[in-house]
């Protein structure tokens, strides 16, 4: 049985005062249940971390954002995985098309960043997609292939098992427009079948992949129908603690 998962990603949104508050209204409503198997995962910015994970109860898991490739040094503004996991947050989003974007964030450096998470005892969320040009070209397989490939080079099975990947095409993310079910379904079982290919069938059926991209109250029930779909990464949605649930229920 693979896990199914509603991941929020605040990205760069909430003062630590707004953060706390939103978190208690997330812990709230998932005490009302949810449900059977579905965890919730929130993923604030760096400097909320330790306040919410003392709000949070243990069965809400908490994610970092990003993280360094290394794991101290002279890198002037960067956090590092092992300081991540001094806050007693037990995943973190690498390699969002945010950060491939606007921070040039390369395969080679993400790969360093998925060992480095692992290295820390951190659950990498790894995130994939194509952006609107590679989709409309007809390359969006080969560029999901390549960003997977790359991104677990040299992970033996064990580590990759530690996996959760998001797929979230980049033309739907902020923008309102989410991918059809179907195309959701096409990607996600190509991701498994290349997981497949990469390492075994068994490993393939236990990975979550979750999808990400505008997803919302009123479309997350369509999406988490289809088979190879467990769950959703979710940026604008999770910042409204009745929606993000609201979405968690809809499986
Ligand atoms: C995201 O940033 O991971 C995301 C899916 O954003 P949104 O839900 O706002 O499209």
């Not at 923008?175 to 997981?195: C, N, W, Y």
């Not at 369509?222 to 929606?243: T, Y």
Request: with cysteine; glycine share 10%.
């Amino acid at each position: 049985m693979r896990r199914k998962i509603v991941a929020g990603n605040w990205k760069m949104n909430t003062t630590l005062n707004d953060g706390l508050r939103l978190a208690g209204e997330v812990k709230e409503d998932a005490e009302k249940g949810l449900p059977e198997g579905v965890s919730l995962i929130v993923a604030p910015p760096f400097t909320h971390l330790t306040g919410i994970r003392e709000i949070l109860a243990d069965s809400i898991g908490l994610s970092a954002q990003n993280c360094a490739t290394d794991d101290s040094g002279a890198f002037t503004g960067e956090v590092s995985a092992k300081m991540i996991a001094s806050t007693g947050a037990e995943y973190v989003i690498i390699g969002h098309s945010e950060r491939r974007l606007f921070f040039r964030e390369s395969d080679k450096e993400l790969n360093k960043k998925v060992k480095i998470a692992l290295a820390n005892d951190l659950t990498p969320i790894f995130c994939c997609g194509e952006n609107l040009h590679e989709r409309e070209k007809g390359i969006y397989k080969e560029v999901v292939r390549n960003q997977i490939e790359l991104g677990f080079t040299g992970l033996n099975e064990d580590d990759f098992r530690k996996i959760i990947i998001a797929y979230e095409p980049v033309w739907a993310i902020g923008t309102g427009k989410t991918a059809t079910p179907e195309q959701a379904q096409d990607m996600h079982s190509f991701i498994r079948d290349l997981v497949k290919k990469l390492y075994n069938s068994d490993t393939a059926s236990t990975t979550s992949i979750l999808y990400g991209g505008s997803c919302k109250p009123s479309n997350a029930r369509e999406i988490f129908e289809n088979s190879d779909v467990d769950g959703g990464l979710i940026g604008g949605a999770s910042l409204n603690a009745d929606d993000f649930l609201a979405i968690a229920r809809s499986f």
